[in-house]
């Protein structure tokens, strides 16, 4: 397959599955602030509730990979566990009032996929480099 074009074609489907959790964490936190669930809780279950959404959608569509399943949901959950600090970090600055409300869940959007694209592809799901046989 054409390097650039499978780039192209990672960085898209990225973007998209993304896109779709991205939103879907969007929603779901601020439906759940509205129903009365505490900013930090309801970002908090709203990730937990979409993490195997994305592990699939990555995996499948946007990474192809063959990997061991075990081993990429295991990496998949470390890099899950450095976002959800990082989820931590900003609500507990919400809730000390630098920002709140829709604002949290903006800084939470984005800054998390972007950190995701990096260690997904040099770590997560990435293909081992074969060893070339020079004699």
């Given at each position: 397959?054409?390097?650039?074009?499978?780039?192209?074609?990672?960085?898209?489907?990225?973007?998209?599955?993304?896109?779709?959790?991205?939103?879907?964490?969007f929603?779901?936190?601020?439906?759940?602030?509205?129903?009365?669930?505490?900013?930090?809780?309801?970002?908090?279950?709203?990730?937990?509730?979409?993490?195997?959404?994305?592990?699939?959608?990555?995996?499948?569509?946007?990474?192809?990979?063959?990997?061991?399943?075990?081993?990429?949901?295991?990496?998949?959950?470390?890099?899950?566990?450095?976002?959800?600090?990082?989820?931590?970090?900003?609500?507990?600055?919400?809730?000390?009032?630098?920002?709140?409300?829709?604002?949290?869940?903006?800084?939470?959007?984005?800054?998390?996929?972007?950190?995701?694209f990096?260690?997904?592809?040099?770590?997560?799901?990435?293909?081992?480099?074969?060893?070339?046989?020079?004699?």
């Amino acid at each position: 397959m054409n390097i650039a074009f499978e780039r192209a074609r990672r960085i898209s489907t990225f973007a998209m599955v993304g896109f779709f959790n991205t939103a879907m964490y969007f929603a779901l936190a601020n439906i759940l602030v509205k129903i009365g669930v505490s900013e930090t809780i309801a970002a908090y279950a709203a990730y937990g509730a979409l993490m195997p959404v994305s592990f699939i959608g990555h995996r499948k569509l946007t990474f192809l990979s063959k990997g061991r399943l075990g081993v990429e949901w295991l990496r998949f959950c470390v890099v899950q566990t450095t976002n959800i600090t990082i989820i931590f970090v900003v609500t507990n600055l919400s809730r000390s009032g630098h920002f709140s409300g829709w604002l949290t869940f903006a800084i939470i959007s984005v800054l998390i996929p972007m950190l995701n694209f990096l260690l997904f592809q040099l770590w997560v799901f990435a293909v081992p480099r074969q060893k070339s046989e020079d004699r």
